[in-house]
């Protein structure tokens, strides 16, 4: 059985321009307020402090693997995490970029996606993990949580090609050049044979969340799964 949660900015204890439920450690917000940050989100699903696992994301494809030996302490640098062990809870920190939760009987992972995730394939690097752990794609569902929208996610040009004709279903109108992220994702995931759900809120236009390009100087909201 797995479980999954979606936070928002809402419920925290961080002052502004954090305020108020700020998961991240890199981005200028007191120590003292994200580590009772941290304290809340385990109280709110009800696992240890120490059996909930951050990463240190880099826009890359580097899934890291979660079990007995880790120490939640350290956060490996990669952009998955992948778990078969119950009652570990994997984080994935967002402002923008898309969070991705997978989830089977035997196994779950938190994704950091963003237009360079989809582009360096961490969506197809974390399946080839499940996979090699012997959990096939159809036992697979997924949910992505709420992003940056694509009227909202504009790029230049160059940037908008690139993107675009990796993930064609990331494109919106060349014009604008905003870019679909979650979009592109769901076409990835049609693609494997995943189900999935697909939040429709835009953490930019919607408020109580978190966004990057709207304030620069924030906090992170998180996706997090656990069996
Ligand atoms: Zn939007």
Not at 70 to 97: E, H, K, N, R, Y
Not at 192 to 218: K, M, N, Q, W
Request: glycine fraction near 8%.
């Amino acid at each position: 059985m797995a479980n999954t949660l979606f936070t928002s900015r809402i419920g925290g204890v961080s002052s502004p321009p954090f305020d108020s439920f700020n998961l991240a450690a890199h981005v200028g917000d007191d120590p003292g307020a994200v580590a009772k940050n941290r304290e809340i989100l385990a109280s709110i699903i009800g696992l240890p402090r120490n059996q909930i696992f951050f990463m240190n994301q880099v826009h890359g494809n580097v899934v890291a693997v979660i079990d007995e030996a880790s120490d939640p302490q350290s956060a490996p640098t990669a952009d998955a995490l992948f778990t078969t062990t119950p009652g570990f809870a994997l984080v994935t920190l967002i402002a923008d970029c898309t969070p991705l939760l997978l989830k089977s009987k035997s196994a779950v992972a938190a994704v950091h996606v963003g237009r360079k995730g989809l582009v360096a394939d961490v969506f197809e690097a974390t399946l080839e993990v499940f996979n090699r752990h012997g959990v096939s794609n159809e036992e697979i569902t997924g949910e992505i949580g709420p992003s940056i929208c694509r009227a909202c996610y504009e790029v230049d040009l160059n940037t908008y090609r690139e993107v675009v004709s990796h993930n064609p279903a990331a494109a919106t109108d060349e014009t604008r050049r905003c870019l679909d992220v979650a979009g592109g994702l769901a076409a990835r995931l049609n693609g494997a044979g995943i189900e999935f759900r697909a939040s429709p809120l835009c953490v930019l236009h919607t408020p109580g969340y978190f966004s990057y390009r709207r304030d620069e100087v924030t906090g992170r909201q998180a996706g997090v799964v656990w069996l």
